[in-house]
């Protein structure tokens, strides 16, 4: 009769002191392995030297996987992508990744790995902040646009926190000037925000479809002419 509210009180006492004892830990990150990435961006720079400046995309798979010539055919880009980059790795190599180029832009998509890492919205959220500071510091004058984590169908259930990082970089960027946020996620959306249409993505639901990255074009595009550096 006595055992089970003592029991009780020891699961009570250990949730009061220890309430993240069972909580899921975010996957470790390291920077370092992308080493061989960053210098195979040094290499193809040493074969042709990048040019000044050009538009800088940095990010993860989403900035890899995007045909930049195609999407804006004549103009100078750059891209420094890495498949299965976080934000503290673009931090961690931002000197060869952002710092030793002169671009006239540099546009960010990032955040949505450091989700799915387990990583919290105030994690991405000041990681995002950082990643602009050191460009604004890198390159003053030069404009920051910072892609919206977009909702993807793999990663639905990520989706409120991610809007979450989404709404707290927007108000950032509009209090600071020198940065733009831009919401390529909202128009993604289905009706009520509903989970975006397959035919935004690939056949894996993550990556954007040759139809997903036309429409981003058109919000990047918008958004370089509203900073001034595209006509």
Not at 200 to 208: N, R, Y
Request: glycine fraction near 8%; aromatic fraction near 10%; charged fraction near 20%.
């Amino acid at each position: 009769m006595i055992r089970t509210p003592l029991l009780t009180l020891g699961f009570l006492l250990a949730a009061l002191f220890f309430p993240d004892l069972h909580a899921e830990e975010p996957t470790p990150i390291d920077p370092t392995k992308w080493d061989a990435d960053i210098a195979a961006f040094a290499k193809r720079d040493a074969k042709s030297p990048a040019p000044a400046g050009a538009l800088l995309f940095v990010g993860s798979s989403t900035i890899r996987m995007w045909d930049l010539p195609a999407s804006w055919p004549g103009e100078k880009l750059l891209n420094n992508g890495f498949g299965g980059s976080t934000l503290p790795d673009a931090i961690h190599h931002f000197e060869k990744l952002v710092a030793a180029y002169q671009p006239r832009a540099v546009i960010v998509y990032s955040g949505d790995n450091d989700m799915g890492r387990g990583r919290s919205v105030s994690q991405v959220t000041e990681d995002f902040k950082t990643f602009a500071a050191l460009s604004q510091k890198a390159h003053p004058g030069v404009p920051v646009l910072i892609l919206a984590i977009k909702p993807s169908v793999k990663r639905w259930n990520l989706w409120p926190k991610m809007e979450e990082v989404n709404q707290a970089v927007a108000a950032h960027c509009a209090a600071t000037p020198g940065l733009s946020f831009v919401d390529v996620a909202t128009p993604m959306l289905g009706p009520d925000g509903a989970k975006p249409a397959e035919s935004w993505f690939k056949a894996d639901g993550l990556h954007l479809s040759p139809e997903g990255y036309a429409k981003w074009t058109e919000m990047v595009s918008k958004a370089l002419r509203k900073v001034g550096v595209e006509e």
